[in-house]
């Protein structure tokens, strides 16, 4: 079935900063996704213990055969699927990342071709749940059949090996944790691995050595099997092993299965906002990411002038400066009133120093307006008085001790819907809901950046636990080996964490464009299909896939664990 152009606007129209997606939208977006081509090869392969295993194989149209200075090598990603086995859902997805990233993707097979696979009648317990029980409770035997798809993918001769990444979903999520804890030390595997809503309830083996895989997890606020529990449990399993960066990435309101268009629970704007994360995770990873962030271009074509206003309330502080690149902002027309971004600094020098530095960056990147606000945060009128600021598009940072205040706002809510997302850089103080959730007449867009280093994880739970309670709109993201002030350059403390900073920054320009209407969400254009690759240029040989992998270990899920796992 081809796209509509209706389910095309209905995606674009997911730029609404409040609403996200009308109900009617959102149905249009999820038949869309469900109805989207299929492009995959089967393709048979074995693990180490000569299982036969069958996987399907999507390629970009740029997939050739590899030359002498590996040229045209591409990166790979290696699909774990859910519980329901290799099915639409797997296939679609590598399809996408084929025609979209550019990347050689594979659904791989975690189950078996000749492996009797129970009816999955539902309830508890019965065989089904205990044979899915045998791959979540089993690491050695889940690492062994993912290992082996890795090698398959590595073997194939457009295949950069060392750039190919591992995206599990669901129970696929709990292969990756167990990849991770198993052969994170292996040599010559995956180059970067992603769990989306993985299942993660009960609990599982520790890592057994170092994690030298870079990691990336997505999940749902108000998913059980990702609950406060299971993210501290692997919060701790990762600072304690890991020796490379990862993070984690939750969405308020969201169940397990959000990103499965099959799912009850699909959720498109989680959707799209998790595809986006894992885009850019791999990209970095990848050798592909955009290094702008991790600096800021200075000067030319930008103001930065203090502000005072003929209104005088008494709300403004004294000390206020406006920064605007000047032909940088493009609204078609001659004259454009802007978007500013309101910076709430730390009040040390180099926190104020960081801030204007900061607004310089933003002027330059987007053309929005930066204002930096050491006293109050000036109210729609005082923007409205500066004369090229949009006061309809209002978003604000906080930074250091600022992020006290920032906090407050996005806490104690409000009558005017003036600030539209509010992004805070590490936890202040006080964390405190400070007005009741049902006189609370606007909510913005929350977005927490926390560094593992400088916030406990308790006081990230207890924050979550607040704001689920407010049914606040926010996401919380979480940047290992990042402590406090982690996004400033010219911390005298030398905090600045260069990949933290640059992937916060990344998230919240996502945010921006969209509470903007300028980055909506697209379904991936229907362009010329992915050609599958000839069978002259495949293995001549099925890799086994093993490499001598003999790691033992135990895991403690129970088939209650897998039955809560299966009845999402």
Known sequence: ??????????????????????DDIAAGIKEAKMNYPINVIAQNYTDSEGVLLQGFLSTPNTATPATDDDANMLPAVVILHDSSGIDAYEKQRATMIANEFGYVAFAADIFGVETDIPEDTGGWGGPYAQFIGSFTGNATLFTQRIVAAVDHVQSLPYVDETKVAIIGYCLGGTGIVHYINVAGEKEGGAAAVVGVHPSLFGSW????GNINIPSLFLTGGSDFLTGPQAMTTLEDDMTSASTVEWETNRYSDIDHAFSNWFSENYNSRADERSWDSLRTFLAD??????????????????????????????????????????????????????????ILPDKSDSGIQFATQRGLQISMRYGYAAWIAEGDVPTRDYLEDVGFIDSEQVVL??????????????????????????????????????????????????????????????????????????????????????????????????????YAAGRSFGTVESIYR??????????????????????????????????????????SFTVLATAFMLLM
């Open 205 to 208: 083996g520790k890592p057994l």
């Open 285 to 342: 990873k990848f050798g592909q990411s955009d290094d702008s962030f991790h600096s800021w271009p200075c000067c030319s074509g930008v103001s930065i002038t203090p502000f005072t206003s003929d209104i005088d309330d008494g709300t403004i502080g004294a000390l206020n400066s406006v920064v605007k690149a000047d032909n940088v902002y493009d609204c078609g027309e001659v004259f454009c009133k802007v978007p500013v971004v309101i």
């Open 397 to 498: 940072e906080g930074y250091g001790s600022g992020t006290q205040d920032a906090l407050n706002l996005a806490m104690g809510g409000s009558e005017d819907d003036l600030i539209k997302a509010i992004s805070i850089f590490q936890l202040p103080e006080n964390v405190t809901a400070l007005v009741d959730a049902a006189s609370m007449t606007y909510k913005p867009q929350i977005l927490i950046s926390s560094g593992v280093d400088g916030d406990a994880m308790s006081s990230i739970v207890e924050l979550e636990s607040m704001l689920i309670g407010m049914d606040a709109n926010y996401e919380i993201n979480r940047y290992s080996g990042a402590s406090t002030m982690f996004t400033n350059w010219i911390d005298p403390d030398e905090s600045y964490n260069q």
């Open 1 to 22: 079935m081809k796209f509509t152009a209706y389910a095309t606007a209905a995606m674009l129209a997911l730029s609404s900063p409040t609403t996200f997606a009308t």
């Open 514 to 555: 969209e509470m903007f209407g300028e980055f909506p969400k697209t379904i991936p254009s229907q362009t010329e299909a992915p050609v599958p690759v000839p069978s002259s240029m495949l293995p001549t040989s099925v890799p086994s896939g093993g490499k001598g992998f003999e790691v033992m270990t135990a895991s």
